[in-house]
């Protein structure tokens, strides 16, 4: 495991897992918001962040978290091992709204409110993304995919430190 890929819906708790790779890996750690997003809420431009995104990908070991489904193929193309947080509407629907007020280092800001936008990506994940990730597991078999259908199952395997 030297390329490692975290996915799932918005509220998954993605970056959590991530840190805790991080943490027994020890593996340089990136989270694509902290890439895609600036301080100010506005972004980067597309062709930066895939630049960005190809830098990474191209260095000998990593974790990448975030969904970015426009960008699932690419990172699940050059990654060996796929963590996919397959958790439901209702536990992300919890998990978006209880980081509400707090801070967090995978993004460069703290969410005050609840973001309409982010509630449809999670209302809409079952639906939109979930099938294009299926799609491409079943095109990367080569690939380890581990799936996880709840916080338990995640934490479990961390702790184990496999």
């Known amino acids: ?53 190809d830098d990474l990908v191209n260095r000998d070991s990593w974790i990448i978290d975030g969904d970015y489904s426009r960008t699932y193929e690419k990172r699940i193309a050059a990654c060996d091992t796929v963590f996919f947080l397959d958790y439901g509407e209702e536990v992300c629907m919890k998990g978006i709204i209880d980081r509400i007020g707090k801070e967090r280092k995978d993004i460069p800001w703290t969410d005050n409110k609840l973001d309409p936008e982010l509630v449809k ?40 430190e496999f």
């Open 1 to 53: 495991m030297k390329k490692i890929v975290v996915l799932g819906c918005s509220g998954s708790g993605k970056s959590t897992f991530a840190v805790q790779l991080h943490n027994i890996t020890k593996l340089p750690l990136f989270h694509l918001d902290n890439i895609w997003w600036k301080k100010d809420r506005t972004h980067i431009s597309r062709d930066e962040f895939d630049r960005k995104l």
């Open 121 to 160: 990506l999670v209302k809409d994940y079952e639906t939109e993304n979930k099938p294009v990730l299926m799609e491409l597991f079943n095109k990367y078999s080569d690939k380890d995919i581990i799936v996880f259908h709840s916080r338990e199952e995640a934490n479990a395997f961390a702790e184990s």
